[in-house]
């Protein structure tokens, strides 16, 4: 439970998620209006916009955002058809990888703003595919260990279809294929275990073991990207001593 699953962490932690809420209901409802755009506004039938209002309503989104982010994508709202998916690739601290997505309208100047943030925190930014090999879209569910034992929840997640349980610190991370994910999250929900965090990411192969120096600094280079008003998600492989990462969350 590396990179990915840490910065997650330490955003709880922090309580940065619930002070950037606003920022995030803009990157969601982006994401639901280019879904809906792109493959249509009916939720069942659109996978890609099932999975963007799943995000909306973890975050608590009010129902009538996501309804005006479908007609917007479904009715060619202003805007709606000007964004551009990107993925920048690069590495941070330490030489660990990062894949930034973005959604922009102005291709120059979010790739300027990236590589600047990249540069000013001890990274770079690289070519296409220089890191994305290292990664593989999954789902990720992320549970609180004091609610259920990691035999039974073992248990649990693979008679559901789930491809693996991570055990890292105070949590747990049920690993599924992204076709398995909404069954998986269905059948832990039935069962009344309440998850931390439940989304479809880039799960790492391998992880960079980083120092006190260079932890501070790539943590401080994920909060500088996910701020940029583009950018959608930010996946690394990074890895921090638990010692480590409570001193610098």
Same mark, same amino acid.
């Given at each position: 439970m590396s990179g990915h699953s840490k910065w997650s962490t330490i955003k709880r932690k922090k309580g940065a998620i619930d002070a950037k809420r606003g920022k995030i209901f803009t990157k969601i409802i982006k994401e639901i209006t280019l879904a809906a755009r792109l493959g249509?506004? @009916?939720v069942e039938g659109n996978s890609r916009l099932r999975?963007?209002?799943?995000?909306?309503?973890?975050e608590n989104?009010?129902?009538?955002?996501i309804d005006r982010a479908i007609k917007k994508g479904t009715g060619g709202g202003e805007g709606a058809a000007a964004y551009e998916e990107i993925t920048y690739e690069g590495y941070g601290p330490g030489g660990a990888a990062v894949i930034v997505d973005v959604m922009t309208d102005n291709k120059n100047r979010t790739v300027a703003e990236i590589r600047h943030i990249l540069s000013k925190h001890g990274g770079n930014l690289g070519e296409n595919g220089c890191v994305s090999w290292i990664f593989a879209k999954k789902g990720s569910i992320v549970i609180d260990k004091k609610l259920i034992g990691e @035999?039974?929840?073992?248990?649990l997640a693979l008679e559901a279809g789930a491809e693996d349980v991570r055990a890292e610190g105070s949590e747990f991370e049920v690993i599924t294929e992204t076709a398995a994910f909404e069954t998986v999250k269905k059948a832990i929900d039935a069962k009344g275990i309440k998850h931390l965090e439940a989304r479809i990411s880039m799960i790492p192969s391998n992880t960079v073991k980083l120092d006190a120096g260079k932890a501070e600094s790539m943590l401080k280079l994920m909060e500088k990207l996910e701020d940029n008003d583009d950018v959608q998600n930010v996946y690394s492989n990074f890895d921090i001593d638990e010692d480590v990462m409570e001193k610098l969350s």
């Open positions: 249509g506004g @009916d999975q963007a209002v799943m995000a909306a309503k973890e989104m009010p129902k009538d955002n @035999d039974e929840l073992m248990e």
